[in-house]
């Protein structure tokens, strides 16, 4: 069998960060979240959000995390 490489493109990299707002009633129809561009969040938060991200990503393809695996050790 051959193996063909594909050059994969990287994950998006967004701009902002999105608040998640509680559900709200019809009557008070549709409302724009709050949002902050990357640079307003402190070093903490945005490295909270790249490990929910990393863990989620490992989490849908159903495989453990190398770089965690390696901690463990």
């Keep these: 069998m051959a193996d063909i490489k594909l050059k994969l493109k ?4 967004p701009n902002f960060v999105i608040a998640e707002l509680p559900p709200g009633t019809r009557q008070e129809g549709i409302q724009d979240p709050p ?3 990357l640079s307003e ?13 990393r863990a989620e990503v490992f989490r849908k393809a159903g ?6 695996d390696l901690d463990k050790r």
Excluded: S
């Design 63 to 68: 495989k453990a995390d190398p770089v965690i």
């Design 41 to 53: 969040l402190d070093a903490e938060t945005l490295a909270k959000l790249c490990d929910d991200f």
């Design 35 to 37: 949002k902050w561009a």
């Design 10 to 13: 990287p994950f998006g990299t």
